[in-house]
């Protein structure tokens, strides 16, 4: 049984407290070790609207992992071996544009990546691939997110490109400018690797970026700073409860293949022929990569 053909797993990324919704049966909390380490957090497993559900703090419970120590290989790792068929993310992000107002969620179809340092592949020395990038989102699963958000009562954009950045710290203001002025859309430091790493796993992958300030870049608002961004973060936390809620509703647990290919785009993607593979590199790949290899 492949990812296309069995039921639907959803897998979310997001504060400790989106799966606190009425509706929700909590089956377990679970530890999990994968090849590169483990997630940020035990990851919750539970049934919502009929569809099998993991969530996972991206941040850790209490908000104890920075972004730039995000073990988003074991995170994303964990969700597959868990039995993951899509991924949904939910991030807190800025505003480089005036319609994109704080408390709109957009969701994004493109990045760009800042981030510096961080593994961005599970393939190494010993059995490389290259996947594409050029469509990073399934647009399936992002339509659906748009919609469930919407359902959720709240404004949505949809489309736009989030530059990732690697924090922890803010912008400058020349930073922000120089961002508004490439076209960028929203700003946040978590959405990368993490959409690479989903696209080699074949995990179908959408996000919403929650908006919760103008970055620094708007006059009548001045710099952010973290109390107004956890105020509007306490708002946009029922939304995001609402959201997966209904999202669940939208997929249902008769899963609908990605359009684009995702869960199949390994198939020419390794380019190390199998004689000349690393066998302990392999055996750690197996864990997102079986399908294939």
């Known amino acids: 049984m492949t990812d296309q053909t069995r039921p639907t797993c959803l897998a979310v990324f997001g504060g ?3 799966y606190e919704m ?29 569809v099998r559900v993991l969530f996972l703090s991206r941040h850790g419970k209490g908000h104890t992992v920075p972004p730039s120590g995000l073990n988003a290989r074991a995170n994303i790792a964990a969700a597959k071996m868990l ?8 991030s807190a992000c800025g505003s480089f544009k005036e319609e994109l107002a704080p408390g709109h969620f957009v969701a994004a179809d493109q990045f760009v990546d800042r981030t510096k340092g961080r593994p961005s592949s599970f393939f190494e020395e010993g059995c490389v691939a290259h996947v594409s990038m050029a469509h990073p989102v399934c647009s399936r699963l992002s339509e659906e997110a748009a919609k469930a958000a919407e359902a959720a009562g709240t404004k949505v954009h949809r489309g736009g490109t989030y530059l990732a950045m690697e924090g922890p710290q803010f912008s400058t203001l020349a930073e922000s400018e120089l961002y508004r002025a490439w076209g960028m ?3 946040g430091m978590t959405a990368m690797p993490e959409a690479k ?3 080699e796993a074949e995990l179908p992958y959408a996000i919403l970026g929650m908006v919760t300030d103008y970055d620094c870049w708007h006059e009548d608002h001045g710099a952010v700073d973290v109390a107004s961004v956890l105020a509007i973060l306490a708002k946009n ?31 020419y993607a390794i380019v190390t022929p199998k ?6 590199v392999v055996k750690k790949l197996k864990a997102v990569a079986g399908r294939v290899l």
Request: one cysteine or more; a negative charge; aromatic letters at 2%.
């Open 16 to 18: 400790s407290g989106v």
């Open 22 to 50: 009425p509706g929700l049966t909590i089956e377990e909390e679970r530890e999990v070790e994968t090849p590169w380490g483990s997630p940020s957090a035990p990851v919750t497993i539970g049934e919502l609207n009929g």
């Open 83 to 90: 039995g993951a068929t899509d991924v949904l993310s939910l």
């Open 185 to 187: 859309d929203i700003i």
């Open 197 to 199: 790493l989903a696209r």
């Open 237 to 267: 936390r029922v939304h995001a409860q609402k959201t997966v809620d209904e999202i669940t509703k939208l997929i249902g647990p008769e899963r609908t293949p990605c359009p684009d290919g995702i869960e199949t785009c390994l198939d």
């Open 275 to 280: 004689e000349a593979r690393d066998p302990e």
